[in-house]
């Protein structure tokens, strides 16, 4: 159980274009999802949480308007990169949290890796 | 300032050799976690630790939250090439879901 998907695996496309990415939780609910950025060989950046009906929240230095974020069901949010622009390359991972389970553990998806052209 | 201290953030070992990752804090957290991540895919959940002073053991790797919950460590029994990949430890605070990740330890074990 606890099986977070995402879509699509990789996907490269040109500058000034918009990419929508997909996270879903296979087997679960989730009220709380999160975005996170991954330079490579490096940690997770928290972008932003992803609440289902309502705002998200987004981390201190992450442009809103640039990462769009939608969760609008308690099994699926989704980002999307609007005008990207090479510096948008990254490999961006989501995780849900279960609803209703007293823990902390996160389920985390695959991840996309972005490249942008 | 990184909320989570993670050492040291590269290690080579040979095969059969132990090694102790830390993570350190002078924050209080609730839970920290433990992942394991391999290139071009996400973090795996490891183990979580909740109660101060806890240990837990998982096959050759063992666990342990400091008493104040303010620091972690992992230490793997004879490394196998198995084991390479980034370690990631993550503290969670209040009931938010919300994780700190500290800078990660990419460990390489050679054959």
Not at chain 2, 10 to 30: A, H, K, P, R, W
Not at chain 2, 37 to 64: A, D, H, N, S, Y
Not at chain 2, 68 to 96: E, F, M, V
Request: net charge neutral; hydrophobic share 30%.
């Amino acid at each position: 159980g606890a099986v977070v998907s995402q879509h699509p695996s990789w996907v490269i496309c040109k500058s000034g274009t918009s990419v929508k990415i997909e996270c879903r939780s296979l087997d679960f609910q989730a009220t709380t999802m999160f975005w996170y950025r991954q330079f490579p060989k490096q940690s997770l950046m928290l972008m932003a949480t992803s609440n289902e009906g309502s705002k998200a929240t987004y981390e201190q230095g992450v442009e809103k308007d640039k990462f769009l974020i939608n969760h609008a069901s308690l099994t699926l949010s989704t980002l999307t990169v609007t005008s990207a622009h090479p510096e948008d390359s990254s490999f961006y991972i989501c995780s849900a949290y279960p609803s209703g389970r007293l823990s902390y553990e996160q389920y985390f998806g695959p991840g996309t890796r972005l490249t942008v052209t | 300032t990184q909320l989570l201290e993670q050492s040291p953030q590269f290690l080579s070992i040979q095969e059969g050799e132990n090694l102790t990752v830390y993570c350190n804090s002078s924050s209080v957290f609730s839970s920290l976690q433990w992942y394991r991540q391999e290139p071009g895919e996400g973090p795996v959940l490891l183990v979580t630790v909740v109660t101060g002073g806890e240990v837990k053991k998982l096959k050759r790797l063992t666990f342990q939250f400091g008493d104040a919950r303010k620091d972690s460590s992992l230490h793997i029994t004879a490394a196998q090439p198995g084991d390479t990949g980034l370690y990631l430890c993550a503290g969670g605070r209040g009931n938010t879901g919300k994780l700190i990740f500290g800078q990660g330890t990419t460990l390489q074990v050679k054959p």
